[in-house]
């Protein structure tokens, strides 16, 4: 599913010349940089073209015995050297400043682009594979934009110049040229579609090496537990193949191309050669202007050799900003309210609403209506499946309703800006998400960031983090790591709710921890949980009795539908789903 979007690029019947452009809108900001090395490079291709005006001078002054030119001649190869290593300079410097700085902000801007995209993308594309996105493919763009361009422009115009120079010398020769250039381009045209077809593939193959990579890494115990290590090992084995035979095609496209376009070359200098050394034709030219046109002409054939050679780098990097584009242009999650949101009340209105996801074909939710008043805790149960995720996830907006409307303090939620809405939000989930840093910085994270030392302490102590920080050497200044690996489930769960107390919002989503947990550890949660439904809207996504029971109204889902409402005495005496639910899950004594 992932690499459905990629591999449409791949057929598309793309030039490259509208990625270029874009790629060149990038430079914008640093045309004084780019001329500055454009000018370098002109210097540099000039010097080879003076070379062998050089040739010239030197052949027909010692023909001619004009020896007493010798001075002149020696400063002239000095002075062709200063301005080579001159424009060198300028133009690498130049270039890879460009470039680079292209690079970090296609770089950069992917990453803002992803801050941004809605929920949805991410749950049609794996997180390898757009790491790997960020990390291969960003070196693509690079090998293109620096390296490649360089040789580009540099050599581009050192057979521009002997080009120049050649018609300048005899126009009528140099013309046969012209004939072979066609026939080059169509060599050179057919090569990059496949190199850039190729690419594609190999990126695609980079991002399932590692997917598959990172699966085996992350669920290792179950790899080894399960007898995976065969299975995985084999698909690792066929991503790792499938990239190799990609590359190996690259190269033999690449290895072809090269010495085709060399023959070709070879074969006008050889007719050059021949036609020039017609007794007529040697007469009308001097032997130094006969020398430096051959000479200019042999000269040529390098560096359209190091063209052609760059092309499987240029369309690589074309390839791979194609896919950032083509991401770039991803639409960005709907931002359309205009009203800022402070302070809210927290009530809650669902009115009939029914939400289908956008890869479904079901709804999720059908017809759901229910209200939470300022300060209420509504409490969702119902078997896995029945939508009570989905549910939560609809009030931060992490997807639009379809059908019906949620009102926040009376108004839809599309009328607030998103930022405010969810300002407005704690959120407690199941499976905590920790960052790198001290407990300290994970429970004042982002917004928070500004938050007190006293601030985070006394949130630390209502969620009970402080009752386990407190055995730590630093306290709640110990780092955890990408995974926290140091702390336990309740632990985790314990940094979250501080989190949510130091937020102080009206409105709480708590998705509870269906993992048992010892008594102990249920009772530091409970009182965790107590302090932080205090005073505030809840949503909480029930799995603890204790929960159920003390909220204001319980809400019982089977298969999108809220089949029942009502607290948890009234529903018992109703002896429907909820008091079955309830006596399955939590009377088995
Ligand atoms: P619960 O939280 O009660 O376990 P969910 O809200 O996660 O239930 O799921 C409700 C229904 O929506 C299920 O049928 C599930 O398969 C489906 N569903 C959940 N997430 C997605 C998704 N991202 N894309 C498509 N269908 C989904």
């Known amino acids: 599913m992932a690499k459905t979007p990629q591999n449409d690029v791949s057929t598309q019947p793309s030039t490259g010349w509208d990625v270029y452009l874009r790629l060149l809108s990038y430079v914008r900001g640093h045309w004084p940089m780019f001329i500055l090395s454009f000018a370098g490079f002109v210097l540099y291709a000039g010097s080879q073209t003076a070379a062998a005006k050089w040739l010239e001078a030197f052949i027909d002054a010692v023909e001619s015995g004009n020896l007493d030119q010798r001075l002149w001649l020696a400063l002239a190869i000095l002075l062709i050297f200063f301005v080579r290593g001159l424009g060198t300079l300028l133009g690498n410097y130049g270039f890879s400043y460009v470039a680079r700085a292209v690079v970090s902000r296609l770089r950069c801007q992917m990453f803002d682009h992803l801050l941004v995209l809605p929920c949805s993308f991410y749950q049609q594309h794996t997180s390898s594979e757009l790491l790997s996105k960020l990390t291969y493919n960003v070196e693509q763009v690079t090998g293109a934009a620096t390296d490649a361009l360089k040789t580009a422009v540099r050599e581009g115009l050192t057979v521009l110049g002997l080009f120049g120079y050649m018609l300048y010398l005899n126009w009528k020769l140099t013309l046969l040229f012209v004939v072979v250039a066609p026939l080059i381009g169509g060599v050179v045209a057919l090569a990059s579609k496949r190199l850039r077809r190729l690419s594609h593939g190999i990126q695609n193959s980079v991002g399932d090496i590692s997917a598959s990579a990172s699966e085996a890494i992350k669920g290792y115990q179950v790899v080894r537990v399960f007898g995976g290590t065969e299975a995985e090992r084999s698909r690792f084995n066929k991503a790792s193949e499938r990239n190799r035979r990609q590359f190996m095609k690259m190269v033999v496209t690449q290895s072809i191309t090269t010495p085709i376009i060399q023959m070709l070359v070879a074969a006008v200098v050889a ?48 390839a791979a900003a194609e896919s950032f584009f083509q991401l770039f242009d991803e639409e960005p999650e709907r931002n359309t309210g205009s009203a800022t949101l402070k302070d809210a009340k927290g009530r809650v209105e669902f009115r009939d609403v029914s939400f289908t996801y956008p890869n479904s074909e079901s709804e999720a939710l059908k017809q759901v209506s229910f209200q939470i008043e300022p300060g209420e805790t509504v409490a969702l149960v119902g078997r896995s499946g029945s939508g009570k995720s989905t549910l939560a996830g609809l009030l931060p907006r992490f997807y639009d309703v379809q059908q019906g409307q949620i009102l926040l303090d009376d108004r839809p939620l599309s009328d607030y800006t998103l930022e405010s809405l969810r300002n407005q939000i704690a959120l407690v989930n199941q ?41 730590l050497p630093e306290g709640l200044n110990t780092l955890i790591g990408e995974n926290g690996l140091l702390l336990s489930g309740g632990q985790r769960q314990r940094i979250a709710i501080a989190r949510a107390i130091l937020k102080d919002a009206p409105l709480l989503i708590l998705d509870e921890a269906t993992s048992a947990l010892d008594t102990e550890s249920e009772r530091f949660i409970q009182t965790a949980l107590e302090h932080v439904i205090q005073d505030r809207s809840t949503l909480v996504i029930a799995h603890r009795l204790s929960t159920i029971e003390r909220a204001d109204r319980i809400l019982v889902m089977e298969q999108g539908v809220v089949v029942e409402q009502g607290s ?22």
């Open 271 to 318: 007719l050059l050669t021949f036609i020039a050394m017609s007794p007529t034709l040697v007469a009308s030219m001097t032997t130094g202007q006969f020398i430096a046109f051959i000479s200019a002409a042999s000269l040529m054939a390098k560096p359209i050799r190091q063209l052609t050679e760059i092309n499987s780098t240029v369309q690589k990097g074309i």
């Open 431 to 471: 499976h905590v998400v920790l960052f790198e840093g001290t407990i300290a910085e994970n429970i004042a994270y982002g917004s928070l960031s500004g938050a007190s030392e006293d601030a985070t302490r006394a949130a630390a102590d209502a969620a009970m983090v402080t009752e386990f920080t407190e055995r």
């Open 568 to 589: 948890h005495a009234e529903l018992i005496a109703q002896d429907g789903s909820y008091a079955r639910l309830y006596n399955m899950q939590f009377n088995q004594d």
